[in-house]
């Protein structure tokens, strides 16, 4: 008997993953892109056929390729947002762990009361690295805690947290602690001011393209017009 061969299942490609990731649905995404581009296309066809005008027929087509070129990049945006959000929040929480332990509070009770000013999905990840260091009083539950963020900074405030969890919250590990934490708060600072000044941007785009196509065809209406005008003279 042939031996029945096992269906393989296709790989998702990246921007699948990173819709998914986004929580976005890809079929959406797609048809809203395939709608679109169909939209300004029968556009395009329209306007030259009616005017024989070449800047009628690319404008909408050049319109709807940036316009696609900026959805496609959605998700990676959503994701970026998160990560960002995320590291933002873990700054202004540790900031609170800060004053705790330079008040004389052990690290595992700074770690629990800094959880009052965390997000339910911080808080969460804060209870479960709680968790962990019950069970395991190495350095492993703090890296995994820092593994959910992308940031090599965090990873390293962490080890020093561990470090002072072990070896007590001397004066020399608790400035190490500080250094290391500023240095990481000053980091996220800049990059807050580039993202607001990246997020104006993206925010003027679509109002851009929609000038642009919006007098791109006002200019091509104004052709037929004088077109149609010139044969009635």
């Known amino acids: 008997m042939a031996k029945c061969k096992k269906k393989k299942h296709k790989e998702p490609s990246g921007w699948t993953k990173r819709c998914i990731a986004a929580s976005l649905s890809p079929k959406r995404e797609i048809f809203q892109l395939i709608f679109i581009d169909v939209v300004l296309m029968a556009l395009a066809f329209f306007l030259y056929s009616v005017s024989h005008n070449q800047m009628a027929l690319w404008s909408p087509l050049l319109a709807g390729a940036a316009i696609d070129y900026w959805l496609l990049g959605k998700p990676k945006r959503i994701l970026e947002r998160r990560k960002a959000e995320d590291e933002n929040e873990f700054v202004h929480l540790f900031s609170y762990f ?11 009770s700074a770690l629990e009361d800094t959880i009052r000013y965390a997000s339910s999905g911080m808080a969460s990840k804060l209870q479960t690295l709680l968790t962990s260091i019950d069970e395991d009083k190495s350095v492993k539950p703090y890296l995994a805690f820092a593994e959910s963020f992308s940031s090599l900074e965090i990873q390293q405030v962490m080890i020093s947290v561990y470090k002072m969890s072990i070896e007590g919250e001397g004066e020399a590990y608790l400035r190490q602690f500080e250094t290391i934490f500023e240095s990481l708060a000053e ?4 990059e807050r001011m580039e993202q607001e000044q990246k997020r104006y941007s993206n925010f003027n785009f679509l ?19 004088m077109e149609q005008f010139n044969h009635v003279i």
């Open 98 to 108: 800060a004053i705790y332990v330079r008040n004389g509070e052990p690290v595992y």
């Open 187 to 190: 980091g996220k600072r800049q």
């Open 207 to 225: 109002p851009t393209m929609a000038s642009a196509l919006s007098m791109g065809i006002i200019a091509v209406a104004i052709v037929i017009l």
